[in-house]
């Protein structure tokens, strides 16, 4: 098997489709594949090898060429007998290195303008023997290339084998990436067809959520709604006095009211006046005298409370 030299392959079997020239310039939108498929079509229109014959081609016989007889001369141009001379053969020769062509058809007889007649007497015109025919000579055999046993060139031996080897490990690598690919989408997509029923569940759960809060959503809604009219009432009031938040709903009330307020004051005193007698502000007998008058009072204060409470009916707030 020889290489034959093409449009896109070198005589030394190197190969220059566009698809190599595109990998060049791009080659992350090329594969391995798609430059085998593009080496097959090219390789389909033009085959790159051609083999040798297995012997020699039958050249087909050559013909022999005779000398046609020559025509006769004309009568103007009769030749006397002492000035004829002998017909002479044509020369050899060697036949080009293609086959010969099929001999041409033997040379008529020319056409010879016949001269006006005019009655003359002409001699008898000389018989000639025909010319022998020209020698054969056996050309040789046009050398065949095919013919010659020629080991392939070493650069193109080595150059196949480098390129099957890098097509080897580049199909091994990249089956072995898809196989891992294909691995990853299998579990993907059992990972997907699992959590499809969670998904649902979830789904539901989560109307259900929705249900809820949109129900909490109203009942806020309304309590807001209440709280607003409420607010928007009491503000059309007007802001009450201090005396009129703290009172009691009667006299008597308002009496207990009054004693309590007192009672608390007393003993904000008496507990200012051991303060001042702790600090030496006032004398000891200063704070016995104070104190006793406190104290005489604050009794006072709080025996009428208790009765008042003991009066007032059951279930009736006392202050309030």
């Known amino acids: 098997m020889l290489v034959r030299p093409g449009p896109h392959l070198d005589p030394s079997g190197r190969l220059g489709i566009e698809y190599l020239q595109q990998w060049v310039?791009?080659?992350?939108?090329?594969?391995?594949?798609?430059?085998?498929?593009?080496?097959?079509?090219?390789?389909?229109?033009?085959?790159?090898?051609?083999?040798?014959?297995h012997g020699p081609p039958v050249l087909p016989p050559k013909p022999m060429q005779t000398q046609s007889p020559a025509p006769g001369p004309s009568p103007a141009?009769?030749?006397?007998?002492?000035?004829a001379a002998p017909a002479q053969a044509p020369p050899n020769y060697q036949l080009p290195p293609r086959p010969p062509p099929p001999p041409p058809p033997p040379n008529p007889t020319p056409y010879q303008p016949q001269p006006s007649f005019v009655p003359q007497q002409f001699?008898?015109?000389?018989?000639?023997?025909?010319?022998?025919?020209?020698p054969v000579v056996a050309s040789p055999p046009i050398p065949?290339?095919?013919d010659a046993d020629e080991a392939p060139a070493l650069g193109i031996v080595s150059l196949h084998n480098e390129v099957h080897?890098?097509?080897?490990?580049?199909?091994?690598?990249?089956?072995?990436?898809?196989?891992?690919?294909?691995?990853?989408?299998?579990?993907?997509?059992g990972a997907l067809l699992a959590g499809e029923p969670a998904i649902r569940d979830?789904?539901?759960?989560?109307?259900?959520?929705?249900?809820v809060c949109n129900g909490v959503v109203g009942r806020v809604g309304a309590v807001v709604s209440g709280a607003e009219s409420w607010v928007n009432d009491v503000r059309g009031r007007g802001e009450p006095s201090v005396d009129e938040l703290v009172c009691g709903v009667s006299i008597v009330g308002n009496?207990?009211?009054?004693?309590v307020a007192e009672d608390n004051a007393i003993e904000d005193t008496?507990?200012?006046?051991?303060?001042?007698?702790?600090?030496?502000?006032?004398?000891?007998?200063?704070?016995?005298?104070?104190?006793r008058l406190l104290a005489e009072e604050q009794f006072m204060k709080r025996a009428l409370i208790e009765k008042i409470n003991a009066n007032m009916p059951v279930g009736q707030p006392a202050g309030y």
Not at 77 to 83: D, G, M, N, R, V
Not at 167 to 174: G, H, I, V
Not at 255 to 259: A, S, T
Not at 270 to 288: M, P, Q, T, V, Y
């Open 202 to 211: 979830e789904m539901a759960r989560l109307e259900a959520v929705r249900d």
């Open 144 to 146: 065949n290339l095919l």
């Open 255 to 259: 009496q207990v009211v009054n004693l």
């Open 77 to 83: 141009q009769i030749p006397s007998p002492a000035l």
């Open 165 to 189: 080897a890098k097509l080897s490990s580049s199909l091994a690598s990249l089956s072995t990436a898809l196989a891992l690919d294909a691995e990853r989408l299998r579990a993907h997509q």
């Open 270 to 291: 008496i507990f200012h006046l051991s303060k001042a007698l702790n600090s030496g502000r006032i004398d000891l007998e200063r704070f016995l005298r104070s104190t």
């Open 123 to 134: 001699a008898p015109q000389p018989q000639y023997p025909p010319a022998p025919p020209p």
């Open 25 to 53: 310039r791009k080659s992350e939108g090329c594969s391995v594949s798609g430059l085998v498929e593009a080496m097959q079509g090219e390789f389909g229109r033009s085959p790159p090898v051609y083999a040798k014959p």
